[in-house]
Nanobody, 121 residues
Framework: QVQVVESGGGLVQAGGSLRLSCAAP?????MGWFRQAPGKEREFVAA??????YYTDSVKGRFIISRDNAKNTVYLQMNSLKPEDTAVYYC???????????????????WGQGTQVTVSS
């Protein structure tokens, strides 16, 4: 089993920023972030492959996903945070290419343990 280590969650006021990090050994075609709020299903937030980035509409223009291949790490810079961004954020990793289902949780091979992000109003 691959050890996926997330960090960077916390409590922030609305309008503030946080940066999430996720590191894992090995190389991955696609690295992404999902989130799950209390009482809701897990939803796609953002993903990055070797050549493309993807975002859910609600975070476009506020969140930026990036990766450092030398460190096998993916980042999620979250700006202009809103209370509705409050959730547990999960890192997701896909080993191989050949799929464009970046928003489907079933398309990923490995998951982090989750990190809590709380945005106060």
């Amino acid at each position: 089993q691959v050890q996926v280590v997330e960090s960077g969650g916390g409590l922030v006021q609305a309008g503030g920023s946080l940066r999430l990090s996720c590191a894992a050994p090995g190389r991955y075609y696609r690295m992404g972030w999902f989130r799950q709020a209390p009482g809701k299903e897990r939803e796609f937030v953002a993903a990055i492959s070797w050549s493309s980035t993807y975002y859910t509409d609600s975070v476009k223009g506020r969140f930026i996903i990036s990766r450092d291949n030398a460190k096998n790490t993916v980042y999620l810079q979250m700006n202009s945070l809103k209370p509705e961004d409050t959730a547990v954020y999960y890192c997701a990793l896909r080993l191989l290419g050949g799929s464009s289902s970046y928003a489907s949780s079933r398309d990923y091979n490995y998951w982090g343990q989750g990190t809590q992000v709380t945005v106060s109003s």
